[in-house]
T-cell receptor
Framework: GENVEQHPSTLSVQEGDSAVIKCTYSDSASNYFPWYKQELGKRPQLIIDIRSNVGEKKDQRIAVTLNKTAKHFSLHITETQPEDSAVYFC??????????????FGSGTRLSIRP | ETGVTQSPTHLIKTRGQQVTLRCSSQSGHNTVSWYQQALGQGPQFIFQYYREEENGRGNFPPRFSGLQFPNYSSELNVNALELDDSALYLCAGGRGGLQETQYFGPGTRLLVL
């Protein structure tokens, strides 16, 4: 079945430094890759996403890159701030009409920003 | 903020009991998906409904069942509760189809004793 692997499971960076979280997926039909941020006790919130027809997308301090050939995608957070501390989940989805658009999540990365 | 609400927020049940969790999504959300998130883990896909019919299912036993209603609300029913069913249950609404994503509700935290 479909699988998404996410690394690292925990990440601690100094405030102001960059953080990178990497994911790989197994289903070659996946064509949509969202990233979710989940703070303690709260719902996952979509922070950025990328479609399979582009290789990179940026939104202020957050960027995502996609390598469809290698089935890799990564989240990059620059100039990290204390409020970036949370658990981040990557996901891969096949958005075709012929299948349920179920989200396959990675196992999560707990990001801590050191002051 | 996402247009998706869930009730109740917290629930305590005992092993063997049955539970119904509810989700209300905004107009136009033709799909609703349910996820189970155990502590410290990523959400696991339970099933999805599209226009009131089940449209995909994850690796969950039949005692997990659901319904979707025309008014964009849905239910997750779990029979014969087990201790391992203790988790945060999330529903996610979306328009479905190409180029669309899903938006999560705040979740219901279920504790089975």
């Amino acid at each position: 079945g479909e699988n998404v692997e996410q690394h690292p499971s925990t990440l601690s960076v100094q405030e102001g430094d960059s953080a990178v979280i990497k994911c790989t997926y197994s289903d070659s039909a996946s064509n949509y890759f969202p990233w979710y941020k989940q703070e303690l006790g709260k719902r996952p919130q979509l922070i950025i996403d990328i479609r399979s027809n582009v290789g990179e997308k940026k939104d202020q301090r957050i960027a995502v890159t996609l390598n469809k050939t290698a089935k890799h995608f990564s989240l990059h957070i620059t100039e990290t701030q204390p409020e970036d501390s949370a658990v981040y989940f990557c996901a891969a989805i096949d958005l075709s009409y012929s299948s349920a658009s179920k989200i396959i999540f990675g196992s999560g990365t707990r990001l801590s920003i050191r002051p | 903020e996402t247009g998706v609400t869930q009730s109740p927020t917290h629930l305590i049940k005992t092993r063997g009991q049955q539970v119904t969790l509810r989700c209300s999504s905004q107009s136009g959300h033709n799909t609703v998906s349910w996820y189970q998130q155990a502590l410290g883990q990523g959400p696991q896909f339970i099933f999805q409904y599209y226009r009131e019919e089940e449209n995909g299912r994850g690796n969950f036993p039949p005692r997990f069942s659901g319904l979707q209603f025309p008014n964009y609300s849905s239910e997750l029913n779990v029979n014969a509760l087990e201790l391992d069913d203790s988790a945060l249950y999330l529903c996610a609404g979306g328009r479905g189809g190409l180029q669309e994503t899903q938006y999560f509700g705040p979740g219901t935290r279920l504790l089975v004793l």
